[in-house]
């Protein structure tokens, strides 16, 4: 817990994360309340619940639980923005996936590398060995 906030698996608000990520996020906008729903079952999640257990923040993992985790749609209310909560969100989800034997974690940022630098993610080491497919 982190002054008053605490962290956990159960309660995830898929209306509210769909609202978050389709309406105010650069990387997920426009995204379809069943694709939200589609990725939240099959993702590792965690939310950042605060007073009256209103939900306030959003992460989610694409993990096989063995060897591989991809860290995406990390979302903070803008209203509590500046107190740490992605990162500490985003520490509890990592944290979680390594105690599981997850021992490669990659995630994708236009603008937070400051935060995830302080949980010990870097730039790839090899960029020339990852291709994607981005239909979007």
């Known amino acids: ?65 063995s060897t591989f985790g991809w860290v995406a749609d990390v979302y903070v209310d803008r209203a509590h923005r500046g107190r740490g909560l992605g990162r500490w969100l985003v520490g509890s989800l990592c944290d979680h996936l390594r105690s599981r034997g997850v021992d490669r974690l990659l995630l994708a940022t236009a603008d937070a590398h400051g935060v995830y630098e302080k949980l010990g993610f870097a730039g790839l080491a090899r960029p020339e ?8």
Do not use: K
């Not at 306030?56 to 096989?64: E, I, L, Q």
């Not at 060995?129 to 979007?136: G, H, K, L, N, S």
């Open 1 to 65: 817990m982190i002054d008053g906030y605490r962290v956990g698996t159960e309660g995830i608000d898929v209306d509210l994360v769909h609202g978050w990520l389709s309406a105010d996020s650069y990387w997920a906008a426009g995204r379809s309340r069943e694709t939200v729903e589609r990725s939240i079952a099959n993702s590792y999640c965690l939310g950042a619940f605060g007073p009256q257990e209103r939900q306030v923040a959003f992460a989610r993992a694409v993990t096989d639980w």
């Open 129 to 136: 060995r990852f291709m994607e497919i981005d239909e979007r």
